[in-house]
């Protein structure tokens, strides 16, 4: 079967270079129309009205026509010399470029072969030299290849600790370095996803497709989603704390849909969502807590349709609502808590508090969204 990288390979635009005679065709008529343009500027700029004939020419009008015939053929040359300069230059660069891909399709391959040994130490090895390849890869596409290939591994089945069969030492301890593995992953993510966009480093605007990954833990605090496309659809937080406080989210599209809160704890506090589109539909809060603590919906869409808070608590304190971009329309509440007292700012559709309709029990808005009177 082909192989992501190979896949790009095959399917990436290698340079190409018109031939030699229509580039120089093309060369001389760009000069010869330039050479046009700047001589009818200059006659109009003398104001001449015609020109004077002569039937005889001295000696020093015809050195300057033999001058002229000169510089008229050594300009020829050099537009030649540069042409062919400029393509010697392309393909030198173009052949700098293959030999970057095959250095960095030969390195791909080990690392790739080195996340199937069975010692989670040659593992993690595989999984820190596919973020060395994606920092220096010599494309785009290459990049987003490695990128791949590390979300696919937290896309394996993986049970977790609370399956492990009981009092098995070994099954246990093969958890455990699986579990450091998918966490240095999830690691190294978040910290590539703090780097500025201008950073040669930085794995903004990259897709990750992390659909039904299975997270016990995990960071992506600080992290800023620019660009691209992020999928957590169908994902289960099961265990232990889930951070994505302080992250921004402000550009590109990231999906919650469908996901599982069942762990200890998700932490989305002080989070900005000022751009792009995040998607919580369907999502479902289904036991332990979920923090919106000090988040900022500020711009873009935020959307919790068809969200279900069926367990568990999910704080939105102190959370400010700067724009109507926050949709709870068609969000179910069948037990747990959702907390809104202290929430500020403009009132999320599908929260409108109607004068003599109770809320939900669970759910707890502040008195400035009541309409008057209520």
């Not at 040994?117 to 593992?123: F, I």
């Not at 000090?294 to 999910?314: I, L, Q, R, W």
């Not at 509440?333 to 109607?354: H, K, Q, R």
């Given at each position: ?89 392309r393909v030198d660069e173009d052949g700098a470029l293959r030999e970057a891909t ?39 596409e290459l990049r987003q290849t490695c990128l791949d290939v590390l979300c696919s ?36 993510i978040r910290d590539h996803l703090r780097l500025a966009p201008e950073h040669p ?174």
């Open positions: 079967m082909e192989s992501p990288s190979s896949r790009h390979l095959t399917e990436r635009r290698w340079l190409r270079l018109w031939p030699v005679g229509t580039a120089l065709a093309l060369t001389f008529t760009a000069a010869v129309l330039v050479a046009a343009a700047v001589f009818y500027t200059g006659w109009d700029l003398l104001g001449a009205r015609g020109l004077k004939p002569e039937r005889r020419i001295d000696s020093t009008t015809l050195f300057d026509l033999v001058k002229l015939s000169f510089g008229v053929v050594a300009g020829a040359g050099a537009l030649v010399a540069l042409v062919v300069a400029y393509r010697r230059q095959r250095l960095h399709t030969e390195h791909f391959t080990t690392a790739v072969s080195q996340l199937g040994d069975d010692s989670a130490a040659v593992r993690l090895g595989g999984v820190q030299a596919l973020a060395g390849l994606a920092d220096d890869a010599p494309t785009r591994y937290l896309r394996l089945p993986y049970i977790a600790e609370a399956d492990l069969p009981a009092n098995d030492a070994q099954a246990r301890h093969a958890y455990l370095a699986l579990r450091e593995v998918r966490h240095t992953i999830i690691r190294l480093h930085s794995w903004q605007g990259h897709d990750f497709d992390l659909t039904a990954v299975r997270f016990d833990g995990g960071d992506f605090s600080s992290a800023h989603f620019s660009g691209g496309t992020v999928d957590f659809s169908d994902a289960e937080f099961s265990g232990g704390t889930i951070g994505f406080s302080r992250a921004r989210f402000s550009g590109g599209t990231v999906y919650f849909s469908d996901v599982e809160f069942s762990g200890e704890m998700a932490l989305f506090g002080n989070t900005e969502f000022s751009g792009g589109k995040v998607d919580f539909n369907g999502v479902e809060f289904s036991s332990g807590s979920v923090h919106f603590i000090g988040a900022k919906f500020s711009g873009g869409t935020v959307y919790f349709g068809n969200a279900k808070f069926s367990g568990g608590t999910v704080y939105f304190i102190d959370v400010e609502f700067s724009r109507e971009t926050v949709d709870f329309r068609e969000a179910q509440l069948s037990g747990g808590t959702v907390d809104f007292s202290s929430a500020n700012g403009v009132v999320p559709d599908g929260l409108n508090p109607v004068h003599g309709v109770a809320l939900p029990s669970g759910l707890s808005l502040p008195s400035a969204w009541y309409p008057a009177g209520a």
